[in-house]
């Protein structure tokens, strides 16, 4: 079963960075597309990266290119979220989430297959 446990998340300033974490269990992973989503209160939930775990082929949404690194860990199974350069409209809480087929675009909320509980970061100004 696969399972996605997020963590790193936090009550930050404007401006400082976090690292968010991704821990995958249950499946080998080399031929999945790891994505990170994010919801704010009483907004839809809004595609942020994705990283193709075996070619390492990342996307990222037009409002956190440049800010944002989205890795994976091998050894560890684990997807990261860098974030630097927070603003506070990047409150919201994030989710991991993995699928297995990659027919549709990485930002498809829709095609995802498996997802974490979420981890909460919010921003001050």
């Known amino acids: 079963q696969v399972q996605l446990v997020e963590s790193g998340g936090g009550l930050v300033q404007a401006g400082v960075s976090l690292r968010l974490s991704c821990a995958a269990s249950?499946?080998?992973?080399?031929?999945?597309?790891m994505g990170w989503f994010r919801q704010a209160p009483g907004k839809e939930r809004e595609f942020v990266a994705a990283?193709?775990?075996?070619?390492?082929?990342?996307y990222y949404a037009d409002s956190v290119k440049g800010r944002f690194t989205v890795s994976r860990d091998n050894a560890k199974n684990t997807v990261y979220l860098q974030m630097n350069s927070l603003k506070p409209e990047d409150t919201a809480v994030y989710y991991c989430a993995a699928r297995t087929s990659n027919t549709a675009r990485a930002s498809n909320v829709n095609s995802y297959d498996y997802w974490g509980q979420g981890t909460q970061v919010a921003v001050s100004s």
């Open positions: 990283i193709i775990w075996s070619f390492g082929f990342t």
């Open positions: 249950g499946r080998t992973f080399s031929s999945y597309t």
